[in-house]
């Protein structure tokens, strides 16, 4: 009994070994992982905890190693889709009263950041009113909760799992998966993806409110800049605050560049003027 358990212990190591050679330094690119996360139902009961241990100490430290928000949401994209190997990717943010598109694995540049639904509506909505996953393995488009958005092909794909992110009790966001071809999602798969919904909710909501205030810091600074060049403008043209504004709104115009640069030009003309005059009779 004892050789039989040692045998089997031996035979599971070997497995591990040959599925992932590093898993004592997880640090795989996502083809890696994906080869690493399919393999999965090959492995014996135990080296699957271990597995899925391991799977959730890399998203761990490949997102606390992120930089802002828009990195942090690539990586949960990245992993996610190693995870469960899938045709499309996206991770809505929830922001206000909107769930708003923040990233996808395929490119959509002109969707991303700008395609927004309610809580509530289409597929998305319901699961982050509800806080809970869905799964719709073909015919996604006639489910009834499904809603069709003309800029994304994806939504003609057949199968279709949306999970809820969580940041203590609360949604801060979707992550969908879509197969074009009817696909059957595990219920380990499901219970995985929701499990770093869990891991990466409070993680995406930090990062979007670390934007929130770099945001409001930069708005901040641009408003005391563009205070200042107005006022250099009154002084040495003779304009009202109105007119100062104008004439720096019309520059960024033609000059296609923001107000703020168009105010530092203003105020690093007036400080190298000031150090040409040096100082004022005393």
Not at 26 to 35: I, K, M, N, S
Not at 49 to 67: M, S, Y
Not at 207 to 224: F, I, Y
Request: aromatic share 6%; hydrophobic share 40%.
């Amino acid at each position: 009994m004892q050789q039989a358990s040692e045998k089997m212990q031996r035979a599971t190591e070997s497995q591990k070994e040959f599925l992932y050679p590093n898993h004592h330094n997880l640090e795989l690119d996502g083809l890696e992982w994906a080869a690493y996360c399919r393999n999965m139902d090959s492995l014996s009961a135990s080296a699957v905890e271990d597995l899925q241990v391991d799977i959730l100490h890399e998203i761990g430290n490949r997102l606390a190693n992120a930089g802002g928000f828009h990195e942090v949401l690539a990586r949960v994209v990245e992993f996610v889709s190693a995870l469960v190997k899938c045709d499309s990717c996206l991770v809505y943010v929830l922001e206000e009263d909107d769930l708003v598109l923040r990233a996808s694995k395929n490119p959509h540049p002109d969707v991303v950041d700008r395609l927004k639904l309610r809580v509530g509506e289409g597929i998305t909505g319901w699961v982050a009113e509800h806080k809970e996953a869905v799964a719709v393995s073909e015919n996604a488009a006639q489910d009834p909760r499904f809603r069709f958005f003309h800029e994304l092909p994806e939504d003609s794909y057949e199968a279709f799992l949306s999970v809820p992110l969580l940041c203590r009790g609360r949604v801060v966001g979707v992550i969908n998966l879509q197969h074009r071809m009817p696909h059957v999602y595990k219920r380990r798969q499901i219970r995985l993806i929701s499990a770093v919904g869990f891991l990466v909710g409070a993680e995406i909501e930090l990062a979007r409110l670390e934007e929130v205030n770099s945001n409001l810091s930069e708005q901040l600074q641009t408003r005391k800049v563009v205070e200042r060049a107005k006022g250099i403008l009154q002084r040495d043209f003779g304009l009202s605050e109105e007119q100062a504004y104008l004439a720096l709104q019309r520059q960024s115009r033609q000059k296609r560049k923001t107000m703020k640069e168009i105010a530092d030009a203003i105020v690093l003309g007036d400080e190298v003027k000031g150090h040409v005059r040096g100082p004022g009779p005393s």
